[in-house]
């Protein structure tokens, strides 16, 4: 989305990117991280915009769950973000400009049973997101979340295909009021929007993007 908007793109990740390349990493490694950021800042020039967009979905019985498992969860949904932060924040904050972007989900905000902990990196993340951006709103950047709902993707789709009950996506499209679930293309919209001068004075705020699903209630 990024790139068809005209912008040049890094990813740290095992893909390679439209109009960008790809750096290998480990973001849970500090080490990791600030070499990918300084190769992508030599690559492309400083940069202007980070999307914090690696998550792990694991749950775990809160007795059962080990303490290795939990710092695994964590150092992946929560750690990471702050480790890219901090890396990509020296050149923001000497440009006097940047766009900070959290991928979060509406369990930071409510939440059901089975989703432990991931619900509690979640809300961590978002409790990041503020936090941050009161630090280095001074400086000229912004720090905002968004927190998507059920979003058909590609995680999404094989869980709902191997379901045992075929009614199983129309229950998860009912729990919209829009009757449906987003597209990863809708999520992307946002943040777009969050990164580009449009929002610019835009920060410190968790955007829902879950077609009202967090509006309802039960």
């Known amino acids: 989305m990024a790139a068809r908007e005209g912008a040049r793109v890094g990813v740290v990740d095992v893909l390679a990117a439209e109009r960008g390349f790809a750096v290998q990493a480990d973001i849970t490694s500090g080490e990791q991280v600030r070499s990918a950021v300084a190769e992508i800042a030599h690559e492309l020039g400083t940069i202007s915009v980070l ?14 769950m080990t303490e290795a498992e939990w710092d695994e969860v ?6 990471a973000a702050w480790m890219m932060s901090q890396a990509v924040l020296p050149g923001m904050k000497a440009a006097g ?17 089975g989703m432990f902990p991931y ?23 912004r720090v905002n979340a968004v927190s998507p709902g059920w979003t058909a993707t590609r995680l999404v789709e094989d869980y709902l295909d191997r379901h045992p009950d075929p009614g199983e996506r129309a229950r998860v499209e009912g729990l919209h009021p829009m009757g ?3 597209s990863p293309h809708q999520v992307a919209e946002v943040i777009c929007f969050l990164a580009s001068d449009a929002a610019g004075f835009v920060t410190g705020a968790e955007w829902a993007v879950d077609g009202g699903m967090s509006a309802r209630f039960p």
């Open 97 to 113: 400009r940047g766009a900070i972007v959290n991928v979060a989900s509406i369990h930071a905000r409510l939440t059901t049973r």
């Open 51 to 64: 999307v914090n967009n690696a998550g792990r979905n694991a749950y775990y019985d809160p007795v059962e």
């Open 180 to 182: 449906r679930m987003g």
């Open 74 to 79: 964590f150092a992946i949904d929560l750690k």
């Open 119 to 141: 619900a509690a990196a979640k809300s961590g993340l978002v409790g990041l997101t503020r936090s941050l951006a009161l630090e280095v709103g001074p400086h000229g950047v």
